[in-house]
């Protein structure tokens, strides 16, 4: 009975053991991704820092200012050139160019066109 | 297992004593055993819930280099100071095997290093060696794959300032070992930055940016007007500061000479001056704003009261005379437009001595003015302060005050009459309000306000008018004092400007030390130096500040006859 006993302690023993083995070492390999996440998020970090950097010295507005005289052909803003919505003109009236046409047909030639119906059965 | 170890325990001990003290033995050993493993466990499990142990986490950080530094922004979220980590290149001497090889293939990378100073490098017995700070990441992966023994990298924070100079009073400076020594960056280092770095639990990932009122669009146009006109009227330095007169925020700052804070140089340097906040200088007829509100806001003092600047005052030895003598009898308007130094003398004499001290000192323009930037200077105040000192400092000589000093005083007299502490951080007007006293009446901001609107329209500061925008503003050409004597050909000349008049919303401060008067012109006073340039400043900024232009303006006349008409 006794016997019996060791052997089972013994052999939970050792499967406790392969199996706190095989934790560990998947918690090292897990640890270790982990770092090398961590590794790259900094080295992203660091790019991305180094690239608003860039933009940040490129969209400088004394840059975009040199630039702007060197190739545009632009004025500063004067207040005159601002408007507001009160001085705009009146909308205006719907363009319908083929109706205005036929107000100013003459009356005459309305009368006179052919009333026939063609090419639709004639409604009753 | 326990029980067998016990039993054994019990059995060998069991001969000697006992029963009842064996018992007693194996219960205490129970206990010891039992503590022994409980220990362990608790161990294991604390092992298990604390992720990385204090002294992993340290270094990690000390890996990342200690000294980073929160990101700045402008206040519409543009960049203007960073960290970024730059590898630096090293060697270790000994370990190189042929330094000739080495020598080589590094120069064939880095061909700007120095062929001799290099090699001397290389053969030195020491241990470490710097080769080159700051190389680029191409530079780094191309000597990498040289695959050269005894060469490596170490990743360093590196400040960037990619604006340059544009701020470069603002945001100061940071030595070799990215630690503030000027300006906002000294200011970031003492809001427990330090002590992080102490720690080493600072790294530019978990640090709350900074953003600063400043707008980088403003700056420039400022500072880009200003070097115009630096160069145009010879002067030795030129400075300007924007603020927005209800919340106190500095819109821009700009104070020429200056320098770029990417370059590393001794703060001792003169162009690292901020003579915005560290100089102090006699404000000259600026001050009339001071003395006319005073005298207004007192009640003993209205529009129409009259004073008499038929003749030059004597006072003593001192004889106070007119730039612009009229020799009559002037009104409180005339007073100020006509900038007369006798009028606005009598007017602070009329309120006396007390009175005008204690007014100055409610402007807070006796004391020392902090702000977030270490940068601060102490007026230089007159000791005693008899009545020819009241008299002088009526018309802005006699007592100097930081110009930001000067800005935040006239700013309350036109922004409905509240003291704001000025502040280069963002903040709301209900911020800025709630901490700003009320030192001025409203009804006296109103009229200052048609004061600094009619002095633009007939007054000294015609110059500075830019249509649509309302620009009012006061004047002031202060002579400076060489070897104990006002110099009459060394001037300071201001403009203290604000739009729009009606209802302002920014004040514009424009000085230059000592302009040379122009091919023609009859002087180099302010309202034709100083005046003119705050009005191309006005006419660039104002439609970047959201300022609507408007056309059809009531006069300054007007404007007062309104008011009394709602009074």
């Known amino acids: 009975m006794l016997r019996l006993l060791h052997c089972l302690m013994v052999m939970g023993l050792i499967a406790c053991a392969g199996y706190v083995y095989d934790i560990k070492y998947r918690a090292t390999s897990e640890a270790q991704q982990a770092q090398k996440l961590r590794n790259e998020i900094r080295a992203e970090k660091d790019r991305i820092t180094s690239a608003r950097a860039e933009w940040s010295k490129l969209a400088s507005p004394d840059r975009i200012q040199e630039l702007a005289a060197r190739h545009l052909k632009m004025k500063p803003v004067e207040a005159k050139r601002f408007g507001s919505v009160s001085t705009l003109p009146d909308r205006p009236k719907p363009a319908d160019p083929i109706g205005d046409m036929l107000q100013t047909l003459p009356q005459a030639n309305v009368g006179e066109t052919d009333q026939t119906p063609t090419g639709s059965v004639e409604q009753q | ?567």
């Open chain 2, 1 to 567: 297992m326990r029980n067998v170890v016990g039993s054994i325990f019990a059995n060998l001990s069991l001969r000697k004593a006992g029963p009842g003290v064996a018992r007693a033995r194996i219960i205490l050993l129970l206990l010891v055993f039992g503590c022994v493993y409980g220990v362990i466990a608790a161990r294991l499990v604390w092992l298990g819930i604390v992720p990385e142990s204090a002294a992993s986490q340290k270094a990690r950080a000390a890996d990342a280099v200690a000294q980073a530094r929160p990101d700045v922004f402008d206040r519409k979220g543009r960049l203007i100071a960073t960290d970024v980590r730059t590898p630096s290149l090293f060697a270790e001497p000994r370990r190189i095997i042929d330094v000739d090889e080495a020598t080589d293939l590094l120069l064939k990378t880095l061909p700007d290093l120095d062929r001799s100073d290099l090699r001397t490098r290389l053969t030195s017995k020491r241990y470490f060696a710097w080769l080159r700070r700051e190389i680029t990441p191409e530079q780094q992966r191309a000597i990498h794959l040289l695959g050269l023994p005894g060469i490596g990298f170490l990743k360093e924070y590196k400040r960037v300032y990619p604006n340059g100079p544009l701020a470069a009073h603002v945001l100061g400076q940071v030595n070799v070992d990215n630690q503030g020594i000027l300006g906002l960056e000294k200011w970031i280092d003492s809001g427990g930055l330090s002590a992080l770095h102490l720690a080493g639990f600072a790294t530019n990932h978990n640090l709350q940016p900074v953003e600063l009122a400043l707008d980088l669009d403003v700056q420039q146009a400022v500072r880009d007007e200003l070097m115009i006109a630096k160069d145009r009227f010879k002067a030795q330095a030129a400075n300007a500061l924007v603020v927005d007169v209800h919340t106190g925020e500095i819109v821009s700052m700009v104070s020429l000479p200056d320098f770029d804070p990417n370059k590393s140089g001794s703060p001792k340097d003169p162009n690292r001056f901020n003579r915005l906040m560290t100089g102090v200088f006699e404000m000259g007829s600026t001050f009339k704003a001071l003395t006319v509100a005073m005298a207004l806001d007192s009640g003993k003092v209205n529009m129409s009261s009259t004073f008499d600047a038929t003749h030059p005052l004597k006072y003593g030895k001192h004889t106070i005379n007119d730039f612009h003598p009229q020799r009559r009898v002037l009104s409180t308007s005339e007073v100020f437009t006509y900038s007369s130094n006798i009028g606005s003398a009598r007017m602070a004499l009329a309120m006396g001595v007390e009175a005008h001290k204690a007014f100055l000192k409610k402007m807070g323009l006796l004391d020392r003015l902090r702000t977030e930037l270490p940068e601060s200077a102490m007026p230089l105040i007159p000791n005693p302060w008899n009545e020819i000192n009241t008299v002088t400092i009526a018309f802005g000589h006699g007592l100097s005050v930081t110009p930001l000093q000067a800005v935040m005083a006239t700013a309350a007299l036109v922004n409905g009459g509240h003291l704001i502490q000025p502040t280069f951080l963002r903040r709301t007007e209900a911020e800025a309000k709630a901490n700003a006293p009320r030192v001025i009446k409203k009804s006296t901001s109103d009229q200052m306000r048609y004061l600094m609107r009619l002095n633009v329209e007939v007054g000294s500061a015609k110059r500075a008018e830019v249509e649509g925008y309302f620009v009012g503003g006061k004047t002031g050409t202060s002579e400076k004092v060489e070897r104990g004597r006002y110099s009459k050909n060394k001037l300071l000349t201001a403009f203290m400007g604000i739009f729009p008049s009606d209802k302002p919303r920014y004040l514009v401060l424009v000085m230059l030390d000592e302009p040379q008067k122009e091919q023609g012109a009859a002087a180099a006073t302010a309202g034709l130096n100083a005046a003119p340039v705050a009005g191309k400043i006005i006419a660039r900024i104002a439609p970047l500040l959201g300022v609507e232009p408007r056309t059809n303006l009531p006069t300054a006349q007007s404007m007062l006859q309104l008011r009394n008409a709602a009074n």
